[in-house]
């Protein structure tokens, strides 16, 4: 355990609660969840090194305010806010400290992208080996949550692949965790949702690629029981996997699918692979059809928005993919397969004023078929259909606060109104006993409607015995809180 020493003294823990004392309006920002359903006017520090980010600290202490972290703020709901009180904003702290092209080793702060590293190592031949739909997550807030891909099913999550990290815990001190020192803190902090500290150095082991392009194999699902069958059969040779759904169909169509499967080419099958595996040769085109801007895509998009429009594009997508692209192989750039979160820039901004969630679940092999198809029906019940419905193979972990299982994810892309916000927290109610119901699990990153109950039951008591003695152990002061974390744990973690 490395320990540096305390530059400013902690203040004795007050026994009751005191007055909030004004901090310099200047700092005080709007800051939203990446879903646009909520927002907060939070106090927000950008500090660049790790001295100010003690001094944060401090200043939360001496003001008697909380502390939020907060990366490249790329939770769908309030996993980074907290109203009246501190975001610690470390997109600042973004270097790339260490690189060694021949081990595929790398050394970054926090605030560093996935984004940051791929175009950094990718003309070495690396890669992350987990990455999540947009390329814009910080390190440290997908090691906060423990970010999975869709490789989930053979590579784990991204804290499978971290060699080492520093964590800076609000008493001062700096502690290095490995899987052979302070072991237990590696695989408590990794996923503790940013409740024990912040993490500021973060070593990650890359996986080593042959070329800039994977053989991507297209092909159509005609129903949820289709889908299942299909990635239990390619799992075991697939390096991804991942599924689009139609939510809209119904009856002997539930759950039709269009399906990527993508693997790594071989070394020697790309004959160009120092051309494939260019920064340039990744990068997203700006434009559509080389003439339209793509940054205006979503204002095109704006008018299907709703219902009917959505069950339109959702019928088209599907006609098209299981006709003409049906059971095609094509190879596609690293970038273009993973980050299609950003393939249309500000594409979310079609589901303004309200916003979205999205409510994803994790279900045991054994009983995700009943509980999605269960879901599916709930929806389409509720008159509150998801306008988007993505698929994925897991496998569990080592981590104490996981939402892994051996089995499936379904993840729903949920519109939010004024009006209909009440009637997508009481679907959701409902979508929570089908899935713990069926065994199933939860993820911080995309939540915005669980419940302390619906938490503590997936959870389960040891699991938060254990964790809240960590969060005493490096928090006694209970300085760093989320809206999040207070809307599932509370404020005091009794």
Same mark, same amino acid.
Request: contains cysteine; proline residues 5%; hydrophobic residues 40%.
């Given at each position: 355990?490395?320990?540096?020493?305390?530059?400013?003294?902690?203040?004795?823990?007050?026994?009751?609660?005191?007055?909030?004392?004004?901090?310099?309006?200047?700092?005080?920002?709007?800051?939203?969840?990446?879903?646009?359903?909520?927002?907060?006017?939070?106090?927000?520090?950008?500090?660049?090194?790790?001295?100010?980010?003690?001094?944060?600290?401090?200043?939360?202490?001496?003001?008697?305010?909380?502390?939020?972290?907060?990366?490249?703020?790329?939770?769908?709901?309030?996993?980074?806010?907290?109203?009246?009180?501190?975001?610690?904003?470390?997109?600042?702290?973004?270097?790339?400290?260490?690189?060694?092209?021949?081990?595929?080793?790398?050394?970054?702060?926090?605030?560093?992208?996935?984004?940051?590293?791929?175009?950094?190592?990718?003309?070495?031949?690396?890669?992350?080996?987990?990455?999540?739909?947009?390329?814009?997550?910080?390190?440290?807030?997908?090691?906060?949550?423990?970010?999975?891909?869709?490789?989930?099913?053979?590579?784990?999550?991204?804290?499978?692949?971290?060699?080492?990290?520093?964590?800076?815990?609000?008493?001062?001190?700096?502690?290095?965790?490995?899987?052979?020192?302070?072991?237990?803190?590696?695989?408590?902090?990794?996923?503790?949702?940013?409740?024990?500290?912040?993490?500021?150095?973060?070593?990650?082991?890359?996986?080593?690629?042959?070329?800039?392009?994977?053989?991507?194999?297209?092909?159509?699902?005609?129903?949820?029981?289709?889908?299942?069958?299909?990635?239990?059969?390619?799992?075991?040779?697939?390096?991804?996997?991942?599924?689009?759904?139609?939510?809209?169909?119904?009856?002997?169509?539930?759950?039709?699918?269009?399906?990527?499967?993508?693997?790594?080419?071989?070394?020697?099958?790309?004959?160009?692979?120092?051309?494939?595996?260019?920064?340039?040769?990744?990068?997203?085109?700006?434009?559509?059809?080389?003439?339209?801007?793509?940054?205006?895509?979503?204002?095109?998009?704006?008018?299907?928005?709703?219902?009917?429009?959505?069950?339109?594009?959702?019928?088209?997508?599907?006609?098209?993919?299981?006709?003409?692209?049906?059971?095609?192989?094509?190879?596609?750039?690293?970038?273009?397969? %993973?980050?299609?979160?950003? *393939?249309?820039?500000?594409? &979310?901004?079609?589901? +303004?004023? =309200?916003? $979205? @969630?999205?409510?994803?679940?994790?279900?045991?092999?054994?009983?995700?078929?009943?509980?999605?198809?269960?879901?599916?029906?709930?929806?389409?019940? %509720?008159?509150?259909?998801? *306008?988007?419905?993505?698929? &994925?193979?897991?496998? +569990?972990? =080592?981590? $104490? @606060?996981?939402?892994?299982?051996?089995?499936?994810?379904?993840?729903?892309?949920?519109?939010?109104?004024?009006?209909?916000?009440?009637?997508?927290?009481?679907?959701?109610?409902?979508?929570?006993?089908?899935?713990?119901?069926?065994?199933?699990?939860?993820?911080?990153?995309?939540?915005?409607?669980?419940?302390?109950?619906?938490?503590?039951?997936?959870?389960?008591?040891?699991?938060?015995?254990?964790?809240?003695?960590?969060?005493?152990?490096?928090?006694?002061?209970?300085?760093?809180?989320?809206?999040?974390?207070?809307?599932?744990?509370?404020?005091?973690?009794?």
């Amino acid at each position: 355990m490395a320990i540096e020493p305390l530059n400013t003294p902690i203040q004795p823990k007050p026994t009751e609660r005191m007055p909030l004392a004004p901090l310099p309006y200047d700092r005080l920002e709007r800051v939203s969840a990446w879903g646009m359903n909520t927002s907060v006017c939070s106090y927000v520090y950008r500090p660049t090194t790790i001295e100010g980010v003690r001094e944060v600290f401090g200043t939360a202490r001496a003001h008697g305010r909380k502390v939020a972290l907060r990366g490249s703020g790329c939770s769908y709901g309030d996993a980074s806010l907290l109203a009246e009180n501190i975001s610690l904003d470390l997109t600042r702290m973004n270097r790339i400290l260490v690189w060694s092209p021949e081990t595929g080793v790398i050394t970054v702060e926090p605030g560093a992208t996935i984004r940051d590293i791929w175009r950094y190592v990718i003309e070495d031949g690396w890669w992350s080996p987990v990455v999540s739909g947009t390329m814009m997550v910080s390190l440290g807030g997908a090691l906060g949550m423990n970010i999975h891909g869709k490789n989930n099913f053979r590579v784990g999550p991204i804290g499978d692949h971290v060699v080492e990290f520093d964590l800076l815990t609000p008493k001062g001190e700096i502690l290095r965790c490995s899987r052979t020192e302070n072991t237990e803190l590696f695989y408590t902090a990794i996923g503790g949702f940013g409740m024990l500290g912040c993490f500021v150095c973060i070593t990650l082991q890359l996986k080593k690629i042959y070329s800039g392009q994977l053989s991507v194999h297209a092909f159509a699902t005609a129903d949820l029981r289709g889908l299942f069958q299909e990635f239990e059969a390619r799992m075991g040779a697939a390096d991804y996997l991942v599924a689009w759904v139609d939510c809209f169909a119904k009856g002997k169509a539930l759950g039709r699918s269009l399906v990527h499967q993508a693997d790594y080419l071989l070394k020697g099958v790309d004959p160009v692979p120092a051309q494939t595996l260019r920064v340039q040769h990744q990068d997203l085109p700006e434009t559509l059809f080389g003439v339209i801007p793509k940054s205006l895509m979503w204002r095109f998009l704006k008018p299907f928005s709703n219902n009917w429009g959505m069950r339109l594009v959702n019928t088209a997508k599907y006609m098209q993919g299981s006709t003409l692209g049906n059971n095609k192989t094509h190879r596609q750039a690293h970038a273009a397969f %993973a980050f299609l979160l950003d *393939y249309v820039p500000n594409w &979310k901004f079609i589901y +303004k004023p =309200g916003g $979205l @969630i999205q409510y994803q679940s994790f279900v045991p092999a054994e009983t995700a078929e009943a509980c999605f198809t269960a879901q599916l029906e709930a929806c389409h019940k %509720a008159g509150t259909i998801p *306008y988007l419905g993505v698929f &994925k193979r897991h496998r +569990k972990d =080592g981590f $104490l @606060i996981s939402h892994a299982v051996d089995g499936y994810s379904f993840a729903l892309d949920i519109p939010i109104t004024e009006k209909s916000r009440e009637k997508v927290w009481d679907l959701a109610k409902e979508l929570n006993r089908l899935v713990l119901q069926a065994g199933g699990r939860f993820y911080f990153a995309k939540d915005s409607t669980l419940d302390s109950e619906t938490a503590h039951a997936y959870l389960g008591d040891a699991a938060l015995v254990q964790f809240r003695r960590w969060k005493q152990e490096c928090d006694p002061e209970n300085l760093l809180q989320t809206s999040l974390s207070r809307r599932l744990f509370g404020e005091t973690w009794d």
